[in-house]
């Protein structure tokens, strides 16, 4: 299991990931999940992936491995000329649907995990910065201000604190706050998603530089901030008027 969560906001975009991927109950191994497809000046296109990691690992594979695959297609450097975010969305939704026609359905006769989606976020050109959810059959949609966030993998227990706190107009560090107390509460309800968390936030100012960051388990900030967390949500319950319907001691 995994959780991505991307946010996208009038301040910028913000990609979170863990690393954790099992084979076993008790077999758990660590991979990077946050990829970088395009950093170039001008041109920067990141993805999130959950689901299979053989998936994931050939559809990136095709994505980042120069000249023709053998689906026909091309690689990295249709990336590179894509006109559009949106183009490049299309270019990764038929990679993730090579790979589903090929090693996805022999998966899946095998009663194997066949599934993979991705969080495709990025900007190119003069454009804004886009986000965009890639699913397993290589459609996608496109993130929008009314609900300025998405996720994939392990989505429900982290999900609450996004509907209530994170808004289009959120700044930038009040919302990289908000994906650690989601992912936080994501780790706390399931052992299949742990550190390092990756981190990438692009400022939707140009003369910004983007800034990558891996959360460890040791990070003394992400620690500060999940404890006290904790105690604001128990000072609060506390504080709470009692049930008057309830007549107990």
């Given at each position: 299991m995994t959780y991505c969560l991307g946010m996208l906001l009038k301040s910028g975009l913000v990609l979170m990931a863990d690393t954790r991927t099992n084979a076993g109950i008790d077999n758990f191994s660590t991979f990077r999940k946050l990829h970088v497809l395009c950093d170039q000046p001008g041109r920067q296109v990141y993805a999130a992936t959950a689901g299979s990691l053989s998936l994931s690992q050939s559809a990136i594979g095709l994505l980042v491995e120069a000249g023709?695959?053998?689906?026909?297609?091309?690689?990295?450097?249709?990336?590179?000329?894509?006109?559009?975010?949106?183009?490049?969305?299309?270019?990764?939704?038929?990679?993730?649907?090579?790979?589903?026609?090929?090693?996805?359905?022999?998966?899946?006769?095998?009663?194997?995990?066949?599934?993979l989606e991705l969080l495709v976020g990025g900007r190119v050109g003069e454009g804004p910065l886009k986000l965009f959810l890639v699913y397993t059959i290589g459609n996608f949609i496109e993130c929008t201000s009314d609900v300025p966030f998405m996720q994939i993998g392990e989505t429900k227990y982290g999900r609450p604190i996004l509907d209530r706190a994170l808004r289009y107009e959120t700044p930038l560090a009040e919302a990289v706050k908000i994906g650690i107390l989601s992912f936080d509460s994501t780790m706390e309800s399931n052992l299949g998603v742990a550190h390092p968390i990756d981190l990438l936030v692009i400022p939707a100012d140009r003369e910004e530089p983007a800034f990558k960051f891996r959360i460890?388990?040791?990070?003394?900030?992400?620690?500060?901030?999940?404890?006290?967390?904790?105690?604001?949500l128990n000072d609060g319950v506390s504080g709470l008027p009692d049930p008057p319907w309830l007549a107990i001691g």
């Amino acid at each position: 299991m995994t959780y991505c969560l991307g946010m996208l906001l009038k301040s910028g975009l913000v990609l979170m990931a863990d690393t954790r991927t099992n084979a076993g109950i008790d077999n758990f191994s660590t991979f990077r999940k946050l990829h970088v497809l395009c950093d170039q000046p001008g041109r920067q296109v990141y993805a999130a992936t959950a689901g299979s990691l053989s998936l994931s690992q050939s559809a990136i594979g095709l994505l980042v491995e120069a000249g023709q695959h053998p689906g026909g297609g091309k690689g990295i450097h249709e990336i590179d000329e894509a006109e559009s975010m949106f183009a490049v969305a299309r270019l990764i939704g038929e990679a993730v649907a090579e790979v589903g026609t090929t090693t996805g359905a022999a998966l899946a006769r095998e009663h194997i995990d066949n599934s993979l989606e991705l969080l495709v976020g990025g900007r190119v050109g003069e454009g804004p910065l886009k986000l965009f959810l890639v699913y397993t059959i290589g459609n996608f949609i496109e993130c929008t201000s009314d609900v300025p966030f998405m996720q994939i993998g392990e989505t429900k227990y982290g999900r609450p604190i996004l509907d209530r706190a994170l808004r289009y107009e959120t700044p930038l560090a009040e919302a990289v706050k908000i994906g650690i107390l989601s992912f936080d509460s994501t780790m706390e309800s399931n052992l299949g998603v742990a550190h390092p968390i990756d981190l990438l936030v692009i400022p939707a100012d140009r003369e910004e530089p983007a800034f990558k960051f891996r959360i460890e388990e040791e990070d003394a900030y992400f620690r500060d901030v999940t404890r006290m967390w904790a105690r604001i949500l128990n000072d609060g319950v506390s504080g709470l008027p009692d049930p008057p319907w309830l007549a107990i001691g």
